[in-house]
């Protein structure tokens, strides 16, 4: 694809995504990190990692808020992350604004498949990263899964599982253990009611999630289950990955 297709293409994507989100958080409250099933691992490593970085949080950050920095695409997010006492910065996954090998601890959670580029973002993801430091990714899995609901939350792609670890790879990061994550897949009738219901209603719909669905989803989070290597990805929409710079 000529340059000039692929810089438009990816100006659109993130516009997309910058549009979309806008939307959900403004009418969102902030997070506690504590309140999601990945606080019991990030609470400890965050002992040992003084110098961390999470990356496009939205307003559920999964890092605690002081003494984290942040980057999002959102002004929203990033003033009420300030606010809350992180260190936020506006800007692009694809270029951070940080020096090379500065963390200790980098996030990264349902970013990846947001983005045109996400080759460009490892890369920055891993240039910050210091020796040995901890890389935590979250993608969701099967092209075959791809749906109308991807496209609405401004995703990209979904990943192959066979291909994760020659990604990480590539970047110089290797993977030490993984576990399903996110939320099951929505019944059919479901998934085409909400999607109907987010084009004739945003507003409505987007204050229902924030406010009702979310609370309840949290309530009956599954505890992560880590295993060493790539966990048997059969029956998984989303995992989260732990990995290791090298």
């Known amino acids: 694809m000529p340059r000039a297709l ?37 609470s400890s490593l965050v002992p040992g990692c003084p110098i961390r970085l999470e990356v ?7 890092l605690p ?37 500065f963390f200790d601890l980098v996030c990264a959670f349902d970013l990846l498949e947001h983005l045109e580029d996400d080759r460009e973002a490892l890369k920055e993801l891993r240039r910050v990263l210091s020796f040995g430091g901890v890389l935590l990714v979250s993608v969701p899995l099967h092209g075959c899964l791809f749906s109308d609901f991807d496209r609405l939350v401004g995703h990209v792609r979904r990943y192959h599982p066979g291909n994760l670890l020659a990604l990480f790879g590539e970047h110089g ?10 939320m099951e897949a929505a019944h059919p009738k479901l998934l085409r009611f909400g999607m109907r219901m987010l084009t004739t209603h945003p507003g409505q719909s987007l204050f229902v999630y924030n406010w009702l ?7 009956f989070q599954k505890r992560l289950a ?21």
């Open 173 to 182: 990061l290797t993977l030490q253990s993984s576990a399903p994550f996110g």
């Open 65 to 101: 808020l002081k003494g984290t920095h942040f980057l999002d695409l959102s002004q929203t997010v990033v003033d009420r992350l300030r606010k809350g006492g992180g260190v936020a910065t506006p800007g692009d996954a694809t270029r951070l604004p940080f020096p090379d090998g």
């Open 213 to 219: 669905l979310l609370p309840l989803a949290l309530l």
């Open 6 to 42: 692929n810089c438009e293409k990816r100006a659109s994507a993130i516009e997309e995504n910058r549009r979309f989100y806008e939307a959900l958080w403004s009418g969102c409250r902030l997070s506690r990190p504590e309140s999601f099933n990945t606080w019991p691992l990030i």
């Open 56 to 62: 496009g949080p939205g307003l559920r950050p999964r």
């Open 226 to 246: 880590f295993s060493p290597g790539l966990v048997d990805t059969c029956r998984l929409s989303e995992i989260v990955l732990f990995l290791r710079a090298n």
